[in-house]
């Protein structure tokens, strides 16, 4: 047996674990804290950027903050389905914290893509099979922009908390703003009274890290040795 055969299949086995280390960190789980509401109704969800697959909440009352804490089990999109009644006014305000780095931001946040289903209603309000499907067949659309909005666009941003028709929304900063999705280039859609091509999805990456952890960096470096030593010997 030579020395080079000897070592090989010991490099190799040690290869899935490293590479495995390595990506864990990207993924960790992420405590979040909501606090929101919409005018005139909200259904809150996670999932993949291709599939609703947990519900959260939902709430039909503009004049009530809701609070929801949850745990998210790694790097994953929240998904707000919002409705109005076509009346007065339409908007989404909220604050969105993660707990375990500290970041906060708010419904005006440019991070947040809003696309516009455009079926009017029967919205998905709750975790039921039939309207995560209706929700993920809608993301499905989205992401190939076969909808009314044409895709995920950003929102348009109207008054801060505070502001009318509403008034101050208790619970919530006065820096966030109510936004919605403007489907006729009016540039405050949260007032008068309009379908946008409703219901609409807005939806955010949340726990995203976007630069590795240094031992990250290092289980990857050992990983790539290894890989790189393997790839050496075999010639
Ligand atoms: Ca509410
Ligand atoms: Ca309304």
């Known amino acids: 047996m030579t020395l080079s055969s000897f070592r090989i299949p010991g490099i190799r086995a040690l290869l899935p674990l490293a590479l495995t280390l390595a990506l864990a960190p990207l993924g960790q789980s ?4 909501v606090l929101m509401t919409v005018d005139n109704s909200y259904a809150l969800f996670y999932g993949s950027s291709t599939a609703a697959t947990n519900f959260v909440a939902s709430d039909f009352d503009w004049t009530s903050t809701e609070t929801h804490n949850f745990t998210l089990p790694g790097t994953q999109y929240l998904y707000i389905v919002t ?3 076509l009346s007065v006014a339409q908007g989404f305000l909220g604050q969105f914290e993660n707990l375990d780095t500290g970041e906060k931001l708010y419904s005006q946040d440019p991070q947040w893509e809003v696309t516009a289903t455009g079926l009017g209603a029967g919205a998905p309000y709750s975790g039921s099979a039939a309207n995560l499907m209706l929700l993920t067949t809608e993301i499905g659309k989205a992401n190939s922009n076969l909808n009314p909005s044409g895709g995920w666009v950003g929102l348009t941003a109207g008054p801060n908390n505070g502001g ?7 619970g919530i900063d006065a820096a966030a703003k109510w936004v919605w999705y403007s489907s006729n280039g009016d540039l ?3 007032t008068p009274g309009f379908d946008h091509d409703e219901w609409l999805i807005f939806r955010i990456q949340v726990g995203a890290t976007a630069v590795p952890e240094p031992s990250s960096f290092a289980l990857a470096g050992v990983a790539l040795a290894c890989l790189a030593l393997a790839r050496k010997m075999a010639r």
């Open 30 to 33: 992420a405590n979040v804290r």
């Open 83 to 85: 409705a109005s009644d």
């Open 164 to 170: 009318g028709p509403w008034g101050t929304r208790p």
């Open 188 to 190: 405050d859609p949260t």
